[in-house]
């Protein structure tokens, strides 16, 4: 069976910084693009940061770029967001991703394979 596990999410100060942690199994991981995604009550769910399986292509939506950094470790067969200046727009439910054809530039939720169950990050201002 392939598991997407997210963890690191929590509580967090606004301004402060935060690293959630994606760990997969069952599938070859760097076959794998690799993403994370958002879910906000009330708005849909929106693609944040995408990597490629190489690591070498990364894309991030234009709410978090310059703030939130995708990384991944294909050994460990983990995948890394490195949130900074949080703010508490940023709350929501993350969701990590993996997909094999990534066809619509890494952000959209309809071209990932597999998901984990998520993890909540509350901003608080």
């Known amino acids: 069976q392939v598991h997407v596990v997210e963890s690191g999410g929590g509580s967090v100060q606004a301004g402060e910084s935060r690293r959630l942690s994606c760990i997969v199994s069952?599938?070859?991981?760097?076959?794998?693009?690799m993403g994370w995604l958002r879910q906000t009550p009330g708005l849909e769910r929106e693609g944040l940061a995408g990597?490629?399986?190489?690591?070498?292509?990364?894309v991030y939506a234009d709410s978090v770029k310059g703030r939130f950094t995708i990384s991944r470790d294909n050994t460990k067969k983990t995948v890394y967001l490195q949130m900074n200046r949080t703010e508490p727009e940023d709350t929501a439910v993350y969701y990590c991703?993996?997909?094999?054809?990534?066809?619509?530039?890494?952000?959209?939720?309809?071209?990932?394979?597999?998901w984990g169950q998520g993890t909540q990050v509350t901003v608080s201002s």
């Open positions: 991703a993996a997909g094999k054809n990534i066809p619509h530039g890494l952000l959209v939720s309809g071209d990932y394979d597999y």
């Open positions: 990597i490629s399986w190489r690591g070498d292509i990364a």
């Open positions: 069952g599938l070859t991981f760097d076959d794998y693009a």
